[in-house]
């Protein structure tokens, strides 16, 4: 999933879990299997990430296909990392 997250000016991507028992078991995976590469999201009450990446901290709003393009290519290699780690 992709956030804009307006506090930071920032985008995020999550990935996130369907209920609690989902997050945990993937949770749990990441712990095992992902070295300290993403940092899990907490674990706290109405917490729905697994892990949350910064995208990009300063998104230049007036180069908006460059930004598109930086977006794309950060979501397709995270895609490609989780896709190792659960294969």
Do not use: C
Not at 41 to 60: N, Y
Request: charged share 30%; net charge negative.
């Amino acid at each position: 999933m992709i956030m804009y997250i307006h506090e930071k000016t920032s985008f995020e991507i999550w990935l996130v879990g369907r209920n609690q028992d989902i997050q945990n078991e993937y949770r749990q995976l990441f712990k095992e299997n992902d070295a300290n590469k993403n940092t899990l999201s907490p674990t706290a009450d109405g917490v729905r990430s697994i892990i949350e990446i910064s995208l990009d901290e300063h998104p230049d709003f007036h180069q908006p296909k460059g930004l598109t393009k930086q977006i794309d290519e950060r979501v397709t290699r995270f895609i490609k990392d989780i896709e190792k780690l659960v294969g």
